[in-house]
C-alpha cells in the first residue's frame, strides 16, 4: 500500500466550478501535511500547510482529519490557470520541512 | 535567476554509463534534497544533506547511486552504471532548516 493516496483524475470541471480532492495517508505518525501543485513538466511548488484547524487561502481550503488520516483540497470558483497536478504530502516530521513523502497526483483540467 | 538550479537539464544516455547531475541551491540553504519522479508518479524522496552531511538515504538509492555535497554548497548525483528503469526526472531541492522546499527545474535522464 502507497503511503499516500490520491485519486489520479483526470477532473474536468467547467471555469467557476467547486471541485474537491482528497487523500489518505497510511502513517499514523505523519505530523506535517502539505498540497503542491506541479504544472506539466514543471517543479513541484508549494500551495500551502494543511492545519488540524482546517485553512483557507483565497479561493482554496484544506483540511485535516487526523483521526481518518484524510486530507482534502476544495478549490472554489476555478479558473483556467488552476489546471494543473495537485500533491498531496506528508511529512514525519513536525515542522514538517524535510522527508517529504507525495502523493501520485490528482490532474486538474478546467476548460472554458 | 537565484532559485535552485540543475544541470544538466536533459542527458540521454545508453545503458551502462555512467551519468552525473549537479545542483546549485539557493545560496543561504543550508539543507539540500535531491528526488526522483516517474511519468504519473509523484516524487520520491532518494537523499538528503544537512551543510555536507549525507543524513539520510532511502532504499531506492542503490549502490549505483552516490551523491555528494563536498563543501555544504553544490550538489552532484552519479549514476553508475545506468539501467533503462533509472529513466526519471531527478529533482533537487533546498531549504533552510524547517522551512519550505524549493525545487529547480529537473534533470531529466533517459536511458537507451
Known amino acids: 500500500r502507497k503511503e499516500v493516496e490520491q485519486d489520479p483524475g483526470p477532473f474536468n470541471v467547467p471555469e467557476g466550478a467547486t471541485v474537491a480532492f482528497n487523500c489518505t495517508y497510511s502513517?499514523?505518525?505523519?505530523?506535517?501535511f502539505f498540497w503542491y501543485r506541479q504544472d506539466c513538466r514543471k517543479e513541484p511548488k508549494l500551495l500551502m500547510s494543511?492545519?488540524?484547524s482546517g485553512n483557507e487561502d483565497g479561493r482554496f481550503t484544506a483540511q485535516l482529519n487526523r483521526a481518518s488520516q484524510y486530507i482534502s483540497l476544495l478549490i472554489r470558483d476555478s479558473k483556467l490557470s488552476d489546471s494543473a497536478t495537485y500533491l498531496c504530502?506528508?511529512?514525519?516530521?513536525?515542522?514538517?520541512?524535510?522527508?517529504?513523502?507525495f502523493g501520485a497526483g490528482t490532474r486538474l483540467a478546467v476548460h472554458p | 535567476d537565484t532559485g535552485v538550479s540543475q544541470d544538466p537539464r536533459h542527458k540521454i544516455t545508453k545503458r551502462g554509463q555512467n551519468v552525473t547531475f549537479r545542483c546549485d541551491p539557493i545560496?543561504?540553504?543550508?539543507?539540500l534534497y535531491w528526488y526522483r519522479q516517474t511519468l504519473g508518479q509523484g516524487p520520491e524522496f532518494l537523499t538528503y544533506f544537512q551543510n555536507e552531511a549525507q543524513l539520510e538515504k532511502s532504499r531506492l538509492l542503490s549502490d549505483r547511486f552516490s551523491a555528494e555535497r563536498p563543501k555544504g554548497s553544490f550538489s552532484t548525483l552519479e549514476i553508475q552504471r545506468t539501467e533503462q528503469g533509472d529513466s526519471a526526472m531527478y529533482l533537487c531541492?533546498?531549504?533552510?532548516?524547517?522551512?519550505?522546499?524549493?525545487f529547480g527545474e529537473g534533470s531529466r535522464l533517459t536511458v537507451l
Open positions: 545560496s543561504e540553504h543550508n539543507r
Open positions: 494543511v492545519y488540524s
Open positions: 502513517n499514523s505518525a505523519s505530523q506535517s
Open positions: 504530502v506528508v511529512s514525519p516530521l513536525s515542522g514538517g520541512y524535510n522527508k517529504l513523502i
Open positions: 531541492a533546498s531549504s533552510l532548516t524547517f522551512s519550505e522546499l524549493f
